[in-house]
C-alpha cells in the first residue's frame, strides 16, 4: 500500500496526492540485479558504488515507523514548516520519507524519534483526549510551545527527551524541505549548473558595502578568452 | 593454491595510480615503455555516467548527501575513508593517526581541494633554516624545472607575485573573488595577513584540445566529467592511453609485496585480485611505488627474502618513520554583515576557495618554527543534509529566541543564508624519528596481509602553531564584524589541533638523502639497496612544507621518471 498516499490524504485533503502517484508504484516483480539497476538506471543512482546501492536496497526494504507514526511525522513536519505557495511544505519535498531513511540510515536517533512520537501522542491524549495527528492546530500548538525553545546554554543532551526530539524533528524538518527540489527554489539558490563565474554583481557589492580592488581584478580571467590556448613567455607572463 | 605468473615482463610496474603513479604513467608511456599500472581500487572516470556524482541535486538521493558512507559526504568522488571494511590498520596505544584511503582508479586526486602550491626554497632546506628537521639533497632549483612542467601539462591558476617562499608558476588567470572573500581580503589585511589569488589546478581557459575548461559548479571534489580539474585518471593516465602509449591497468589489485631475485633485484610484484581472491604475479624491469606514503612503506617492509630481511629498501632501518601530516585547526564565523543576501545570482565558482593567504610570519619573533597558510570557505552554496539544521541559532547574537516554528523559519533560513564563514590553518610539522608506521605483526587485513601500526604524537611545536591560527582566526574574524561560532579551542584540546594523518597530507616515510644509513631512496628516488625500484609518491619527502604535498609529488614523479627513462636507456637498470 502506498504510504505517501495517506499521508497526502491527511494534509491536502483527498485527491491532491494523484500526481504524486506515478512515482510510486508498489514493486512486486522481480528485483533486477544490483548491476542491471546501474546499468540501465545510471541518472537515478546519482554515482553509487554496487556496495553502497546495496546499503540503499536494504535500507528501503526495512520499516522504520509504522503508518500511524509517518502520519504523525507528516503532521508535526508541516506545522514545524507550513506550506506555502508557491513552493509547498514538507509534504512537497517528501519530508516523512526523508526522515524514514534516515532514521533508518542513523539508528543512534530511532531511540529518540520513536520516543518522540510516543510521547507526543500520549501527551496530547492525557491533555486533550486526541492523538496529535487529529488535534486541532490550536491544541497541537500548545503542545509544541514549551518544547520548541531549548535552553541554549545547556548542552542539548542535559535536556528532557521531548526538547530534543522537537530539536531534532525541527532540524530534519528543514534541511529535509531546504535539500529538495521545491526547498532549493523557496531559497532561491541559483548554482548547481554549468555557467561562467565573473565576479559579484554591482548590487550586491552595493548592498554589502564592498567593492573590488582594481589591481586585483586585472589579474583574474578575462572570461572573453576562456577559450583561447593558453601560452606564456619564458617568465611566465600569459600572452593569450 | 598456486600463484599464477603474468608471462608478460613489463618494462615498468607502477603500484598506485593517483598524482605519483598517474604522472610515472604518463611519462614513461609516452616514452614508449610497456607499463603496467596496478591500483588497489575499481577502474574510476568522473564522465562515466554510472560514477558521476557531479551536478547531481541533493534530492536525487533519499539521504540528501549525508555521509553515511562517504567521509565528505556522499557527492564526494573518493570510494574508500578514514576506516575501510576488511583493512584495518591500528596504533601504538596513546598515539593517533587517522589514514585516509582512497581505492580507486586516480586514488585520492579525485576529490583533493586542488590546491597546488609549489615549495619554496626555504622548504627544502629546513635544518638550514632553523636546525630542526633535516635538508633535503635537492634544491629548488632541482624541481623548479619540473614545476614549469606540470604547470603547463595539468594547468593552475594563480598570480606571480614575485614572493621568496612561494614560488611564481606559469599560471592560468584566477577566478574573481565572491562575497565573502571580499570580507576576508579587508578583514585580513587590516591585521597585515597578506590574501592573493588562490594557486588550484582547474582550467579557468583552455590548455589543450582533450581537456574542458572550468563551468564553476564548485564541485571538484566529485571529480569534473569535463576534466577540468586535475584528477590523475582523467588527466594523466587517459591522456597517455589515448596517445598511443602500452598502458595495461590491472584494477582492484591489491600488492602484497615486490617480488626479488637471488641478487636481490626487484623482479616485479605479486597481488591479490579482489575479484576472485587469488594472488598473482607480474613481472617487470622496474617497480615504482605510488600506492601513497604509507601503503608504500607497507609494501617495501612486508617484502621480507633473504636477501632484505628487514624488509625492502629497509637496511637503514628508516622506512615507515619520520611520518608526518601538515598540522591543521579550524574556526567558523557567523558575519553578521553577510546577512540577507540576495539570491539573484550563482556564486558556485571553482570547488573551494578563491583567495588565501600564505605564510606572513617572522619565526624569530615566534615561539615555534615553520608556518601555515589559511584557506577559507563559505557562501552560498547547494544545500545539502545538515543544512538549515539549526535555522535561526544566530539569533542569539541578537538577543532573539532561539528555536520555535512556524512560517518564521524560512525567513531564518533566507535570513542567515550565507553568512558564515570558515577558516583552516595548514602548516608545516618537523619530521621526527619517532612518529613511524610499522607492520603490526598480530594483524592481517582480508587478503592475509600484515597491516600497518601507527606510533604517531604531535609535539608543542605543533600546538603552538595551532594555538597561533586560533588567535589568528579570531582577530581576522573580529575585523570583518564577526563573531566566532563555539568555544574557542584552548589548551586542554590541543588548540584544535586536529589529529596526525586528519589533513590527508601524510609524507616522510620513506625519505631520500645521500646517505644511504639515514635515508631510504637517493635524490632520484632509487631505493639505496635495490636500483630498480623507486618510490614517486609523498614518501621520499624529506619534509612537508606550509603547502599541499600534491604539485611537489607531481613534480618529484615526473624528474624520477626521466631518470628512469635515461638509467634504462644506459642499461644501468
Known amino acids: ?240 | 593454491m598456486q600463484i599464477k605468473e603474468s608471462s608478460e615482463l613489463y618494462d615498468v610496474i607502477i603500484v598506485g595510480s593517483g598524482a605519483g603513479g598517474g604522472m610515472a604513467t604518463k611519462q614513461l608511456a609516452d616514452a614508449g615503455l610497456n607499463v603496467a599500472v596496478v591500483e588497489a581500487g575499481p577502474f574510476f572516470d568522473p564522465a562515466n555516467p554510472e560514477q558521476m556524482t557531479q551536478l547531481k541535486w541533493p534530492y536525487e538521493s533519499p539521504r540528501r548527501g549525508a555521509a553515511t558512507t562517504r567521509a565528505f559526504g556522499e557527492w564526494d568522488a573518493a570510494y574508500g575513508g578514514w576506516e575501510i571494511e576488511g583493512e584495518p590498520y591500528t596504533h601504538t596505544e596513546g598515539t593517533k593517526f587517522d589514514w585516509f584511503r582512497s581505492h580507486m582508479l586516480g586514488g585520492r586526486t579525485n576529490h583533493w581541494g586542488r590546491i597546488s602550491l609549489r615549495f619554496g626554497p626555504k622548504d627544502f632546506k629546513g635544518k638550514t633554516r632553523d636546525g630542526h628537521g633535516e635538508d633535503w639533497p635537492i634544491g629548488y632549483e632541482d624541481v623548479k624545472p619540473y614545476y614549469d612542467k606540470v604547470d603547463k601539462l595539468i594547468g593552475v591558476f594563480g598570480t606571480n607575485e614575485g614572493l621568496p617562499d612561494d614560488p611564481d608558476g606559469f599560471f592560468l588567470p584566477p577566478p574573481k573573488p565572491r562575497l565573502h572573500e571580499l570580507f576576508y581580503i579587508n578583514g585580513a589585511r587590516k591585521s597585515g595577513i597578506p590574501v592573493i589569488p588562490s594557486r588550484m589546478s582547474m582550467l579557468t581557459k583552455k590548455i589543450n584540445k582533450d581537456r574542458g575548461v572550468c563551468f564553476y559548479c564548485g564541485q571538484c571534489s566529485r571529480s569534473c566529467s569535463v576534466y577540468a580539474d586535475f584528477s590523475a585518471g582523467s588527466c594523466l593516465i587517459f591522456p597517455a592511453q589515448k596517445s598511443g602509449g602500452r598502458v595495461k591497468i590491472f584494477v582492484n589489485s591489491v600488492v602484497r609485496e615486490v617480488t626479488t631475485n637471488e641478487e636481490g633485484k626487484a623482479t616485479g610484484v605479486s597481488y591479490i585480485s579482489k575479484d576472485d581472491r587469488k594472488e598473482y604475479r607480474l613481472k617487470g624491469k622496474v617497480v615504482v611505488l605510488a600506492a601513497s606514503a604509507c601503503s608504500s612503506a607497507r609494501i617495501l617492509l612486508n617484502s621480507k627474502s633473504k636477501q632484505h630481511p628487514n624488509g625492502l629498501g629497509n637496511s637503514s632501518d628508516h622506512v615507515g618513520k619520520y611520518l608526518h601530516d601538515s598540522t591543521g585547526a579550524s574556526r567558523v564565523a557567523f558575519i553578521p554583515g553577510l546577512m540577507n543576501r540576495k539570491t539573484s545570482y550563482n556564486e558556485d565558482g571553482v570547488g573551494g576557495m578563491h583567495v588565501y593567504s600564505p605564510w606572513w610570519g617572522d619565526n624569530s619573533k615566534l615561539d615555534f618554527p615553520r608556518g601555515y597558510h589559511i584557506e577559507m570557505w563559505g557562501g552560498m552554496g547547494m544545500p545539502n543534509y545538515g543544512f538549515g539544521s539549526s535555522p535561526n541559532e544566530f539569533n542569539k547574537f541578537f538577543g532573539l529566541q532561539v528555536g520555535g516554528y512556524g512560517d518564521s523559519l524560512r525567513d531564518d533560513v533566507k535570513k542567515y543564508y550565507g553568512s558564515v564563514v570558515g577558516f583552516g590553518g595548514r602548516g608545516e610539522a618537523i619530521a621526527r624519528k619517532d612518529n613511524y608506521c610499522e607492520i603490526d605483526p598480530t594483524t592481517v587485513d582480508q587478503f592475509g596481509i600484515p597491516v600497518l601500526k601507527f606510533n604517531y604524537k604531535w609535539s608543542d611545536f605543533e600546538r603552538k602553531q595551532a594555538k597561533h591560527m586560533q588567535d589568528t582566526f579570531e582577530e581576522i574574524v573580529h575585523n570583518m564584524g564577526g563573531e566566532p561560532l563555539g568555544e574557542k579551542p584552548g589548551k586542554d584540546s590541543d588548540y584544535g589541533l586536529l589529529a596526525p594523518g586528519r589533513i590527508i597530507h601524510e609524507v616522510g616515510t620513506t625519505r631520500m638523502g645521500n646517505d644511504p644509513k639515514t635515508s631510504v631512496t637517493n635524490k632520484y628516488q632509487q631505493l639505496h639497496d635495490v636500483d630498480n625500484v623507486f618510490i614517486v609518491d609523498a614518501g621520499p619527502f624529506v619534509s612537508q612544507a606550509d603547502k599541499n604535498c600534491t604539485w611537489t609529488i607531481l613534480a618529484l614523479s615526473w624528474r624520477a621518471s626521466d631518470y628512469i627513462i635515461e638509467q634504462l636507456k644506459q642499461q644501468n637498470i
Open chain 1, 1 to 240: 500500500m502506498d504510504r505517501r498516499k495517506s499521508i497526502q490524504t491527511i494534509i491536502l485533503g483527498a485527491g491532491a496526492g494523484a500526481a504524486g502517484l506515478a512515482f510510486n508504484s508498489c514493486t512486486t516483480e522481480e528485483e533486477p540485479t544490483v548491476e542491471e539497476n546501474i546499468a540501465k538506471g545510471a541518472e537515478k543512482f546519482f554515482g553509487r558504488t554496487p556496495e553502497e546501492l546495496e546499503l540503499i536496497d536494504k535500507l528501503n526494504a526495512e520499516q522504520l515507523f509504522n503508518e500511524h507514526e509517518m502520519e504523525t511525522i507528516a503532521v508535526l513536519s508541516s506545522v514545524i514548516l507550513p506550506p506555502k505557495e508557491p513552493h509547498g511544505g514538507p509534504i512537497e519535498a517528501e519530508v516523512p520519507e526523508f526522515i524514514e531513511f534516515i532514521g533508518k540510515d542513523f539508528p543512534e536517533m530511532q531511540t529518540t524519534l520513536l520516543g518522540g512520537l510516543m510521547w507526543l501522542d500520549h501527551k496530547c491524549n492525557t491533555e486533550f483526549g486526541v492523538e496529535f495527528k487529529s488535534a486541532t492546530l490550536e491544541q497541537q500548538k500548545q503542545l509544541l510551545d514549551p518544547i520548541a525553545f531549548h535552553d541554549i546554554e545547556m548542552p542539548l543532551e542535559e535536556q528532557s527527551l521531548e526538547i530534543q526530539f522537537f530539536h531534532m524533528m525541527r532540524g530534519l524538518t528543514v534541511t529535509g524541505y531546504y535539500t529538495s527540489k521545491v526547498g532549493i527554489a523557496d531559497l532561491g539558490y541559483k548554482g548547481n549548473m554549468p555557467n561562467v563565474w565573473d565576479g559579484v554583481p554591482e548590487d550586491i557589492l552595493e548592498q554589502h558595502g564592498v567593492a573590488y580592488d582594481p589591481e586585483w581584478l586585472a589579474k583574474c580571467v578575462d572570461q572573453s578568452k576562456r577559450g583561447i590556448l593558453a601560452e606564456w613567455d619564458e617568465e611566465g607572463n600569459l600572452l593569450t
